[in-house]
């Protein structure tokens, strides 16, 4: 059984940046498709970025140029870099492992201010 411990979230004022981790436990870290969602006020969880095992990356068109996910399989860790932050990145970012629907982590509330 996948676990996923994220680190926590914070606030910032915009154009600034904010790095988040998720560790994963519980599995062969180096073949899970990892991803990070977003959940705004009011609104539905959506995809900002994924990362297969072989590291290939996918993102959502409101984030392309400003957000970075990457992955350490030694470390069974993914991570999201987040860039030039806007009011509108505002929500709490979950980890999610694509290949089981139930698998996420705690969730980490990052505010931007303007």
């Known amino acids: 059984q996948v676990q996923l411990v994220q680190s926590g979230g914070g606030s910032v004022q915009a154009g600034e940046s904010f790095g988040l981790s998720c560790v994963a436990s519980?599995?062969?870290?180096?073949?899970?498709?990892m991803s990070w969602y977003r959940q705004a006020p009011g609104k539905q969880r959506d995809l900002v970025a994924s990362?297969?095992?072989?590291?290939?990356?996918n993102y959502a068109d409101s984030v392309k140029a400003r957000f970075t996910i990457s992955r350490d399989n030694a470390r069974n860790t993914v991570y999201l870099q987040m860039d030039d932050l806007k009011p509108e990145d505002t929500g709490v970012y979950y980890c999610?492992?694509?290949?089981?629907?139930?698998?996420w982590g705690q969730g980490s509330q990052v505010t931007v201010s303007s």
């Open positions: 990362i297969t095992g072989d590291h290939s990356t």
């Open positions: 519980g599995s062969d870290f180096r073949f899970l498709t």
């Open positions: 999610h492992w694509e290949e089981n629907d139930y698998t």
